[in-house]
């Protein structure tokens, strides 16, 4: 295993890891968007569609444990890239001029993705907790559209705002960088990255967005 | 016209730098920006004091010798051209030029605003040739290679080795550089016999070297006075993704 040590220390092997963990993140995303479009539909069909979900929990909590590998694998190597490039570059220029030469999503990943991770730790803290705590004729719906840690709650709705645009700031680098890390970039597929990218930079972080102000603000107003 | 200059002056290796002022007069737009400096150490011979150390050799952008940052640019503002073919009719009367050295862990100051660029050489190394016994020099059609191939190994070869790239990346990493080097003759018969050991050499004396690693920014791209492609990095990536788990 010796070859496989050396590949996961090495530059490429670590942004290899994150690229990896970045894009099964992703698919996990754009699940959970499905699910939460469910909100549209009414307290009736959100509620039977956690109670179905539920229904298999040794298979939730399984891929639960799976998905928070990957999130910490992501969290990790990227904290080892960053220390990495730290050490890399040890002083600055008089003059910065990176916003000429690069994009901004480029340069703030290690910003937006920390936003992102808070707002995780807050969401599993919150809503996945009290989700574990409903039995029998509880509803999950109540509980996401409520004051306490729902949308019912402006400074909840809002942080989920924030958190789900600066995750497309996130995903606008870190989805088309994935590819070129995989070495896919240069080839054929190019269009068609650039057009998943747009997915899921943006499609996915609008529907999340679009759910916190129209439950938490329009909804009510109108 | 006047140019104003903030230059990086550094004694030696373990000296510490700071930036010192100089104002030149007489300045042709026609000159180069070596020659401005030319003529700004040749007044400061004049009067006794060190001139500004700088590297610099044919000044026809070949050879990739020179670099420097100008207000925060690697070779100055303009695209795919290098410091040496940099003239004075980029700036205007009056302006101040901060003057940098290249800045990276692994390009350590040897004076002023000269580098000890040698890292790249261990790279090259540890796997940039050929070592296959190739036989004498085949006629140019004796052995096929189609002009899609030929024309990217020929673009990845135009890397002069300069340190642009490094100099301008936030993580100061080197993967356009080796992804050049790499791709040149893995798009070539003769390269790909040793490619999967060249990629891992290259790569593990990269990151030997102390480079960060490549964050996509593309900063090196939009940098390189040879405009080497990101698709560069996209080829070392696939290149040593295939060399270590294929």
Redesign the interface.
């Known amino acids: 295993m010796n070859?496989l040590t050396?590949?996961m220390n090495?530059?490429?092997?670590?942004?290899?890891t994150m690229g990896t963990s970045g894009l099964l993140l992703c698919l996990f995303i754009a699940q959970h968007l499905v699910g939460n479009m469910m909100l549209f539909g009414g307290e009736a069909l959100f509620n039977s569609y956690v109670a179905t979900l539920s229904a298999f929990k040794p298979l939730v909590r399984i891929i639960e444990v799976i998905i928070s590998i990957i999130f910490l694998s992501h969290i990790i190597s990227g904290i080892r890239?960053t220390l990495?490039?730290k050490?890399?570059?040890?002083?600055?220029?008089?003059?910065?001029?990176?916003s000429?030469?690069?994009?901004f999503s480029?340069?703030t990943?290690a910003i937006t993705g920390s936003v992102v991770f808070i707002f995780v730790i807050m969401h599993l803290s919150t809503i996945w907790y009290r989700f574990q705590l409903v039995h029998g004729s509880g509803s999950y719906y109540d509980i996401i559209l409520g004051d306490a840690v729902g949308f019912g709650n402006p400074i909840y709705a809002a942080f989920y705002v924030v958190a789900m645009i600066l995750m497309g700031v996130h995903l606008k680098?870190g989805f088309?960088?994935a590819f070129?890390?995989?070495?896919?970039?240069?080839s054929r597929y190019k269009g068609l990255i650039e057009k998943m990218s747009m997915i899921f930079w943006l499609v996915i972080p609008a529907g999340f967005t679009w759910i916190a102000l129209w439950f938490g603000f329009i909804a009510e107003a109108i | 016209m006047q140019i104003n200059l903030k230059v990086w002056r550094q004694e030696n290796r373990q000296a510490i730098g700071g930036y010192k002022n100089y104002s030149v007069s007489d300045v042709s737009e026609h000159m180069s920006f070596f020659e401005m400096l030319d003529k700004l150490n040749n007044e400061l011979v004049r009067k006794g004091e060190d001139p500004i150390a700088f590297d610099h050799d044919c000044r026809e952008g070949i050879c990739g010798s020179c670099g420097v940052t100008i207000n925060g640019r690697a070779h100055g503002p303009l695209r795919g051209v290098t410091s040496c073919q940099l003239h004075m009719r980029s700036f205007k009367d009056g302006d101040t030029l901060v003057v940098e050295p290249w800045r990276a862990a692994s390009f350590p100051v040897i004076k002023d605003l000269v580098v000890d660029r040698k890292s790249f050489d261990r790279i090259m190394e540890s796997g940039g040739y050929v070592s296959i016994n190739t036989g004498g020099t085949p006629d140019a059609n004796a052995i096929p290679i189609p002009k899609i191939d030929a024309d990217a190994a020929f673009d990845s070869a135009t890397c002069i080795g300069c340190g642009a790239c490094v100099a301008i990346c936030k993580n100061s990493a080197a993967m356009l550089f080796v992804g050049a080097k790499v791709t040149q003759f893995t798009k070539l018969p003769q390269g790909k016999v040793e490619r999967r050991e060249r990629v891992k050499n290259m790569v593990a004396q990269m990151d030997a070297e102390g480079f960060g690693s490549c964050t996509n920014t593309g900063a090196c791209e939009a940098e390189c006075p040879k405009e080497i492609s990101l698709t560069n990095i996209a080829t070392l990536n696939k290149e040593y993704l295939k060399a270590s788990l294929c």
């Not at chain 1, 090495?10 to 290899?16: A, D, L, M, N, R």
């Not at chain 1, 050490?87 to 990176?98: F, H, K, L, P, Q």
């Not at chain 1, 000429?100 to 994009?103: A, F, V």
């Open positions: 070859w050396t590949f090495s530059s490429i092997g670590k942004k290899f890239l990495d490039n050490r890399a570059n040890s002083s600055s220029y008089n003059v910065n001029t990176g000429e030469t690069s994009s480029s340069r990943m680098h088309q960088s070129q890390t995989f070495g896919v970039s240069d």
